[in-house]
């Protein structure tokens, strides 16, 4: 049973379009996460939920937009797609405090063309 | 601001070579620290961790001392395999984030064993 799910795994689509990230965590944890790993594999936060409260929403295009329906499930969707968007997009979950860490999803590969 | 430093990569050793990846860190206050292991084509997975100065955190023949005094966690394995090989990330829990639990993390390090 994977802990944290993303779907899809692989994405491709053109400049300009609308698409969806969806993440669903089964560890019963209270806070998910979304970060971007760049083509050098830096990982930047962008957006964190604590029982479908926004807490963290960093310097992030306002194309970019979550949505937590509830604490199991963190969505990510994306307007207007541009070519700086390709990534890899990580969702993950954990408990909200300082020590505990993460569980990872396996991650999303989006490529704009 | 807080932030993580990791030595540049890649780091190619032998099998069963004595691996030592360096992290530094800038913190206010008294993060935790972490390393996590990537795996090619998969999300990241938590290696090992350490809550307080002093503390060594250990998995899997992997371990790290949190080293307040000259804010290091270095990770280091006494003998590697070519199933180590991966990407290796550095990270601390951003103190001034609240409760939070936000991660910053460190470029990455990426580890080539050669049998």
């Known amino acids: 049973d994977t802990a944290v799910s993303q779907t899809p795994k692989y994405l491709v689509t053109q400049m300009g379009n609308d698409k969806s990230i969806k993440c669903e965590q089964n560890?019963?944890?209270?806070?998910m996460y979304w970060y971007k790993q760049d083509s050098k594999k830096f990982l930047k936060i962008m957006f964190s939920y604590n029982n479908k409260e926004l807490i963290i929403n960093e310097t992030v295009p306002n194309r970019f937009s979550p949505k937590s329906p509830d604490k199991a499930h963190l969505n990510l969707h994306i307007n207007s797609l541009e070519l700086g968007d390709s990534a890899v997009y990580f969702c993950a979950s954990g408990q909200g405090t300082d020590n505990y860490g993460y569980t990872f999803g396996s991650g999303t590969r989006l490529t704009v063309v | 601001g807080n932030s993580v430093t990791q030595m540049e990569g890649p780091v190619t050793l032998s099998e069963e070579a004595f691996l030592t990846i360096n992290c530094t860190y800038t913190?206010?206050?008294?993060?935790?620290l972490f390393w996590y292991v990537q795996y090619p084509g998969e999300g990241l997975q938590l290696l090992l961790k350490a809550t307080k100065a002093d503390d060594k955190g250990s998995n899997k023949g992997f371990e790290a001392t949190y080293r307040k005094e000259t804010t290091s966690f270095h990770l280091e394995k006494g003998s590697v395999q070519v199933s180590d090989s991966a990407v290796y990330f550095c990270?601390?829990?951003?103190?001034?984030?609240?409760?939070?639990?936000?991660?910053?993390f460190g470029q990455g390090t990426t580890l080539q064993v050669k049998p």
């Open positions: 560890l019963g944890h209270d806070t």
């Open positions: 913190a206010t206050g008294y993060p935790s």
């Open positions: 990270a601390l829990s951003d103190p001034g984030s609240g409760n939070t639990g936000k991660l910053i």
